[in-house]
């Protein structure tokens, strides 16, 4: 699981220094209207558009542009009807992968992965061919040293989230320091998201991920390989997450990045 969690670090550093504002604003305006439109335009009272309305203003979205999109999700503004869709297949060297999409062709996006999957050597497979090696599961990660608050102890952390139902804490080195990470089953997100914020405690990230159960490492250049392909993947417009069961260490992430 440490090497997936790397290259999706390394995947926000690099959205972070050079995705376009505007691609990324359209992701996150098209998870609040589907949040909006499942949940209700309620942030208090839906715990999905709280986090993506969070999301949206971590990059500086403005206020406007928020409720506009919490309005098309409602209905209150007519706008694209954009549909939540996962589609499954496998990299070169049998490196399974697993796509979240938001789309308002479904036609377009379909043709787009299998052409992506093809051109890399892989192949985009039927609805369950690889969904059994991965888990979702609600993700948190708390600073253990958040700039300008009080350092958060392991063990007090512990006893908070594990009476809010979760089921897993760790210590990971991030790249700002150490961060605990906060595992919970899907149905318990709202009560630890309730649990960390009644506690004063903030988190670098919060929302729902694929875990995958088990991961396989390749030698550097095959590993270099799959990585384009799920950076390909992951650039694309309609696509909101990527995860699969690559391994990723320090010489594949070099190999990629030369």
């Known amino acids: 699981m440490a090497g997936h969690n790397k290259w999706s670090k390394i995947k926000r550093k690099k959205g972070a220094a050079d995705a376009k504002r505007s691609k990324l604003w359209a992701r996150i305006t098209r998870d609040m209207m589907i949040a909006a439109r499942e949940g209700g335009g309620s942030p208090d009272m839906n715990a999905r558009l709280a986090l993506a309305v969070d999301q949206a203003k971590a990059a500086n979205m403005p206020k406007d542009t928020i409720e506009r999109a919490i309005k098309r999700g409602t209905g209150e503004i007519e706008g694209a009807d954009y549909e939540e869709g996962t589609y499954e297949g496998y990299a070169a060297h049998g ?27 892989g192949n985009l497979g039927t609805s369950g061919s690889v969904a059994f090696l991965f888990d979702q599961k609600a ?25 809010a139902g979760a089921e897993d804490l760790r210590r990971n080195e991030g790249d700002d320091g150490p961060v605990f990470v906060v595992e919970a089953p899907v149905e318990a997100f709202g009560d630890v998201q309730a649990a960390l914020a009644a506690a004063g405690i903030e988190t670098d990230e919060a929302g729902l991920q694929r875990i995958p159960t088990t991961t396989t490492a390749l030698d550097p250049s095959a590993a270099a390989s799959v990585l384009r392909l799920l950076d390909q993947l992951d650039e694309h417009q309609d696509v909101q997450a990527v995860t699969s069961t690559l391994e990723v260490n320090d010489a594949a992430l070099a190999e990629y990045e030369g």
């Open 95 to 121: 490196i399974a992968v697993f796509v979240e999409t938001l789309t308002d062709n479904t036609n377009r996006t379909v043709a787009d992965l299998r052409s992506l999957f093809s051109k890399a050597g």
């Open 139 to 163: 993700v948190f990660e708390v600073p253990a040293a958040p700039e300008g608050g009080e350092p958060v102890t392991e063990d007090d952390l512990f006893l908070l989230v594990a009476e």
